[in-house]
């Protein structure tokens, strides 16, 4: 009942930002708490940040924490992860997620699922 298309991925330099966007539209997009995971070649897709509905509570994985922050503006349908310190590690497809309950760190939880955007940091 929600889809959701990101952007803002690209290649930046380690130790550069990049702000990926996740849009909403069809239901509101306050009805569903949010994630963001990624998928590097070969790997399978694992946990990033996540956000409760209202974005009272932010929680991260914890190769990230410290350098990356989830938000969301909810008036907009709009989702963010702010991404600072970019290292070669980072380099993977993001992809933003929706879930109608209460949010998680397992990708299988969540119920809608962007195409993803992909971030390369080179060395």
């Known amino acids: 009942q929600v889809q959701l298309v990101e952007s803002g991925g690209g290649l930046v330099q380690a130790g550069g930002s990049l702000r990926l966007s996740c849009a909403a539209s069809g239901r509101a997009l306050s009805s569903y708490s949010m994630g963001w995971f990624r998928q590097a070649p070969g790997k399978e897709r694992v946990f990033v940040a996540g956000?409760?509905?209202?974005?009272?509570?932010?929680y991260y994985t914890d190769s990230v924490k410290g350098r990356f922050t989830i938000s969301r503006d909810n008036a907009e349908n709009m989702v963010y992860l702010q991404m600072n310190s970019l290292k070669p590690e980072d380099t993977a497809v993001y992809y933003c997620?929706?879930?109608?309950?209460?949010?998680?760190?397992?990708?299988?939880?969540?119920?809608?699922w962007g195409q993803g955007t992909q971030v390369t940091v080179s060395s």
């Open positions: 997620a929706a879930d109608s309950g209460s949010g998680s760190r397992r990708e299988n939880e969540y119920d809608y």
């Open positions: 956000i409760t509905r209202s974005g009272s509570i932010s």
